[in-house]
DNA sequence: AATTATACCTTGCAATACAAGGTAATATTG
DNA sequence: CAATATTACCTTGTATTGCAAGGTATAATT
């Protein structure tokens, strides 16, 4: 059995919640700088698949981004807030996530 | 925000896992009586989807399939179980869903 | 003989993660 | 002052899975 395989697919939504969640907690961040946190935090997220994640978000209309120009840097950065709405689906995942971690537990025995 | 296309999503792969631990905490079971299980834990799973991942996870070598005929029952059932190769991936992917609850941890900071 | 109950299986569609490759703005270097 | 490097964002095509809907099979009941 792959595992790889398992792990790619296991990702799926999953990435979604982690994002949102991330972004709560950091009230604005910016594209780069969440593939750098999630890095450090243990998990490796490629671009291909947060800007088209974040795209959809925006389009969805539970994230915010606002063109950032700033000295520290070259090319402007795009920071990324919730909004009123994606905060209530951020709620709402998360109430789902513990209904899923109860479900795990009676797996386990 | 679609909140009911995300959970779709973010059973992918976790059904597996939720699937694997099962089948090890009851040694022996079968199709719809894992159905039957998850529901009353909680989580409506779909013959559609439980066949199929039965029958991957078989061909994969991650599972046995033993044909059993009850008196108890009409049709037989195929009753599934880990194989010593499932044991062991069933092991990794516990690992890595460690990890993933760490990083879990981090973005709720 | 027909119906019901239990159980397993298959097809086609919709959705996402990601590798690979591309664009854009600014800073640095020869 | 070009050319290169750096930082940052974006797009396309592929592989994979969850599941609704519909089908098949066995045995008991009416």
Known sequence: MDIEKWKLQS????IELL??????????IYGLEIIEFLAEAGLDLS???LYPLLTRLTKEGTLKPKWV??????HPRKYYELT???KNALH???DHWQQMIVVFD???G
């Open 92 to 94: 709402s995942m998360n």
């Open 84 to 86: 009123a709405a994606g």
């Open 11 to 14: 990702r799926k939504g999953l």
């Open 19 to 28: 994002l949102l969640n991330l972004i709560n907690q950091k009230k604005s």
């Open 106 to 108: 009676s797996v386990k």
């Open 69 to 74: 120009t700033e000295n520290t840097s070259g």
């Open 47 to 49: 671009e291909g698949t």
